[in-house]
């Protein structure tokens, strides 16, 4: 099962099921649940959303307008998870580039804070480069959506933008390159744990265009992931808690060659094996203009 947020013709936010080119709306006025987020803590969040489907009014899902599957999550990320990942960090700062050798085989993780709800953009809003950096790039990555206690209820679509050249000037200035606003695109659903197909045939795919024309192409599968969904889970919740349930971003392994850097105006779709294209175009500057 596909759970997604979208306006209604009204312009309020709603819930509903993704059902191939359609969406089945469900009806919570008579439920406990006032969130996604309450129908992900539930038992069985399947169960929960199938109870409230209102197949009545099922609408065709190109009439609605998709938003960002968030509620009050916070959004985590994990980094140098794929070997292609671990040599573009190495090659990023000559400094730092043991410390980005050893965390790839360390037992502990690279883990760190991604964002917050208003930082996130959804399927067809823009995601921001910053004005501040030169060299900029998407990172797609397949994302475990978390209940409050840390169990895996779904995947979603991720997409960690990236500052390289921040992160390469010192390493201490990671939060600078991958927090500010609209620096990551969650979308353009949930698809419950129970509905993904086998995770070692999942690929994950990039396209970005510019001017209509494909400027960069890149795929890779979860399974040359080197840690596990458990694992990074497992560390996440060491000494942290989540009462609102979280999102983690597992790390990339598609990243772009040294001269390529992304515009204003190019497009970036990232596409995942049982869950669906997230697109957003580029933009630069400071929020607002």
Known sequence: ????????????????????????????????FQTLADILEADDPEQAAR????????????????????????????????QRSQAARMEESAAAASCYDRVY????????????????????QPLRIRADSAWNVPEPEI???????LQLVGFTVGND???????????????????????????????LAGAMPPLDAVHIRLVIRRAGEVVFAGTTSVAKMARSFEDLIQWLGRDNSFPNGAFLLTGTGIVPERDFTLQPGDLVAVSIDGIGTLTNPIVQGEVGT
């Open 143 to 149: 994302t475990l959506v978390l209940n409050s206690r």
């Open 161 to 191: 933008m990236s500052s390289r050249d921040i992160e390469g000037e010192n390493p201490l200035y990671l939060p600078q390159a991958k927090v500010y606003n609209a620096c990551c695109g969650l979308g353009p659903c949930i698809t």
């Open 105 to 124: 085989s360390s037992p502990r993780p690279e883990l760190f804070f991604k964002a917050n709800p208003h930082r996130v953009a959804g399927p067809g």
């Open 51 to 82: 109870s409230l489907l209102d197949a009545g009014r099922e609408t065709p899902a190109s009439d609605v307008g998709l938003l960002a599957p968030i509620d009050r999550q916070e959004v985590w990320a994990a980094g140098v998870t794929y």
């Open 1 to 32: 099962m596909k759970l997604i947020k979208y306006l209604s013709h009204s312009g309020e936010p709603r819930i509903g099921q993704l059902d191939g080119d359609r969406v089945v709306p469900l009806d919570l006025s008579r439920s406990s």
